[in-house]
């Protein structure tokens, strides 16, 4: 985390550190994680993978995030964290010569048959392509903003894309074969590159500001500042150049090959007011199989870290990872400040729900409940004559119900049975006692039997 104290700043996170990776001849991607301390670097080997089936001509990367492309006409990606491949996309247009990110949003690819491909970074699909140079393309850079994007081409051409409206804005011809292209870190001028010169333009007017010549072929270039820039070819020497003066501050030496590729990082630390001019890293990566870090402030100094590959190296890419395994806080959301107009609406309905409910319930008159006292009463006790009454009641009653019933069956016809007998009795047996029910089931089974 980043600690502002009275103008003072300081980087106390001691998981920062950058990544350096090499693309080489045999097909084999390596990488290295760099820990710098207050003297030196330490490399410490990451990976080294056979990633595609040719020789890796490109490499970016951007974050966790690496790309790699060859001859082979793939794209391959990977997480530098975990280690594991995440897509392998193929090129329709050819073999692929330079790859650039944009964020984590975005992966440009420079293709042979003169065609960008552009993916989306999310799921790796193909979004679409820039069309206009008839040639293979040298290289890409994207603008800072991500709104415009530079390319160079064999047919000696400068093209510059509008990503917003997705057609070329601009076109001029070179008059010479643009082998390298670079934005600045500010975005007010590129740099090209072309045998041994490096034009400097400036992106307001489009006119030459500055031509930087060598005494041999430049192979890369990187952009230290707004007005430094670094270069590295085949004299064996990087140096580092003053744009507005077109002198060379200093150089750094001790490359026994040609110089393949240049990169820049900056350093984790800084001391406020006393924080030195340039306070970055350039990494180098030659022919010679060694992968070198120096530092800028330091430029009398030895290089601060070397590492070998088993192997012809052709490209570099570099960045910072944090390593730390700690996961973002989710920010807290209130539902009520974020509910829409139909949230809205249904809370009110709810609410009036709620309302009749509780409306009714206090209407209804709650059931009376008897105590337990009321309910579990002792008997009274009950004397003879008062049974003897009982008795004598529940007899009368029986007979005036006999008496009644005889009365309407006087009424109906003789030959009219009584409906509330069953079939098989006679009304003469009305009067007597009636039987147990076990003889009459077996009188009413043997009758069956007998018809």
């Known amino acids: 985390y980043q600690r502002r104290v009275r103008g003072l ?25 760099a820990q710098p301390t207050k003297t030196k670097v330490n490399l410490e080997e990451i990976f080294r993978h056979p990633s595609a089936y040719s020789p890796i001509t490109c490499v970016a990367s951007h974050g966790p995030l690496l790309a790699a492309g060859g001859n082979d006409d793939q794209i391959v990606i990977y997480n530098q964290k975990t280690k594991a491949e995440l897509a392998r996309v193929f090129a329709e247009q ?22 960008i491909a552009i993916l989306r970074c999310s799921d790796w699909t193909y979004m ?4 206009g140079h008839k040639v293979a393309i040298n290289d890409i850079s994207v603008h800072r903003s991500g709104r415009t994007l530079l390319s160079v081409s064999k047919d000696r051409t400068l093209k510059l894309y509008d990503l917003v409206k997705g057609r070329c804005a601009y076109t001029t011809s070179l008059g010479f074969e643009g082998e390298k292209v670079s934005w600045s870190p ?39 500042k707004n007005d430094v820039i670094a270069s590295g070819g085949e004299n064996l020497v990087v140096n580092v150049w ?27 630390t800084t001391n406020g007011n006393d924080a ?48 730390s395994n700690r996961k973002k806080k989710k920010p807290k959301i209130d539902n009520k400040n974020y509910s829409t107009a139909r949230d809205s609406k249904s809370h009110e309905v709810s609410e009036i729900k709620e309302q009749n409910l509780n409306s009714d319930e206090q209407n209804q008159e709650k059931p009376k409940i008897k105590p337990l006292k009321s309910i579990l009463k002792k008997p009274k006790a009950v004397s003879k004559d008062s049974a003897v009454s009982e008795n004598k009641d529940s007899i009368t009653s029986d007979v005036q119900s006999k008496n009644s019933n005889t009365s309407v069956n006087e009424d109906k016809p003789r030959n009219q049975k009584n409906l509330s007998f069953d079939k098989n009795v006679d009304s003469k ?16 089974k043997n009758q069956k039997s007998k018809k």
């Open 9 to 33: 700043t300081r980087f106390t996170d001691t998981s920062m550190s950058f990544t350096i990776t090499v693309g080489t001849y045999e097909k084999v991607l390596v990488g290295w994680r």
């Open 186 to 224: 500010s975005g007010d001028d590129w740099a090209i590159v072309t045998r041994n010169k490096i034009h400097v333009y400036s992106a307001q007017t489009g006119q030459k500001i500055q031509t930087l010549e060598e005494k041999k072929h430049i192979l890369a270039i990187v952009y230290l």
């Open 242 to 268: 003053d744009i507005t003066s077109g002198n060379v501050l200093f150089s750094f030496l001790g490359f026994q090959n040609r110089i393949k590729a240049l990169s820049v990082v900056s350093k984790s």
């Open 429 to 444: 047996t009305t009067d007597k006692e009636p039987k147990e029910i076990g003889q009459t089931e077996k009188k009413s």
């Open 94 to 115: 050819g073999s692929v010569n330079c790859l650039c990110f944009f964020e984590k949003e975005f992966l440009f690819a420079g293709c042979f048959d003169g065609n």
């Open 276 to 323: 030195p001019r340039f306070n970055q890293y350039l990494i180098s990566a030659s022919s010679d199989s060694f992968v070198k870090v120096w530092d800028l402030d330091n430029p009398d100094q030895e290089c601060v870290a070397e590492a070998f590959v088993d192997g012809r190296i052709t490209c570099l890419t570099c960045n910072a990872i944090d390593w």
């Open 128 to 131: 679409g392509k820039c069309i």
